[in-house]
């Protein structure tokens, strides 16, 4: 394809990661893919395009500034970074799962500082770059059980939403919000009585693709555009 770009992904071994990894590769874009599950990352690299495997743990600063700085060395620019790690321990308050807790905002709000951290020298030196935000439908409303999950949400989507504002508009920002989609993300949850009611929640999701699709067309759009926040959910979501 003519406008093949460079694009970077965070926990990209599963769920929403990996499909859109597996989209973005069959569309010849040239894919840096980053986790922890560097073996999930290798499959998703057998399986053909211009894919390159990095082990990353977004937590770590300066773990994060290596992989966005090797990916510029290796090929000579990084024109989109999705923003997608997090996870999603739930719990009620009074149950006080405080290290699950800081997992969260370490991951969820620390990961994504990260990155832009990481990223945004070499998009302002290159006059053009794209920030992809993966946050959440509990950035905009929250539930029982998911008052720290929704807060780490509310906080990327505040983030991100303040970083589109102050660049330059030669780069781009785009937040995307899902709803329940498919993923391992809820097996995470220690708490039985998240547990239990994540399972009846995810009775009706939908799969990663859905999702992967809207950031293709987030980053597939001329310059000019910015799409600045898409929310994919089940029709049964309400």
């Known amino acids: 394809m003519t406008d093949a770009k460079t694009i970077l992904i965070t926990g990209a071994s599963s769920g929403i990661g990996a499909a859109t990894a597996r989209l973005l590769a069959d569309q010849g874009h040239t894919l840096v893919l980053g986790a922890r599950r560097t073996d999930r990352l290798e499959a998703i690299r057998d399986a053909g395009g211009d894919v390159h495997v990095d082990r990353l743990d977004v937590t770590d600063r300066a773990d994060v500034t290596r992989f966005v700085d090797a990916a510029v060395r290796n090929h000579g ?3 989109v970074l999705i923003n997608n790690a997090g996870v999603m321990p739930l719990s009620r308050l ?48 929250v539930s029982p059980t998911a008052a720290v999950y929704c ?69 597939g759009e001329p310059d000019g555009v910015d799409v600045n926040e898409v929310v994919v959910r089940p029709t049964r979501q309400r």
């Open 77 to 79: 620019r990084v024109d």
């Open 151 to 219: 807060g780490t949400k509310y906080a990327a989507w505040a983030i991100t939403e303040g970083l589109r504002q102050e660049v330059d508009p030669s780069i781009r920002v785009t937040t995307i919000s899902p709803g329940v989609v498919e993923s391992e993300l809820a097996e995470s949850i220690s708490d039985p009585v998240a547990r239990g009611e994540m399972r009846v929640y995810r009775a009706n999701s939908i799969p990663g693709d859905a999702i992967a699709r809207a950031v293709s067309y987030a980053i």
């Open 94 to 141: 009074d149950a006080l799962l405080v290290d699950e807790w800081d997992r969260m905002i370490d991951v969820n709000v620390r990961g994504l500082l990260h990155g832009i951290a990481a990223a945004l020298p070499h998009f302002q030196r290159q006059g053009s770059g794209h920030f992809v935000t993966v946050a959440s439908i509990g950035a905009h409303e």
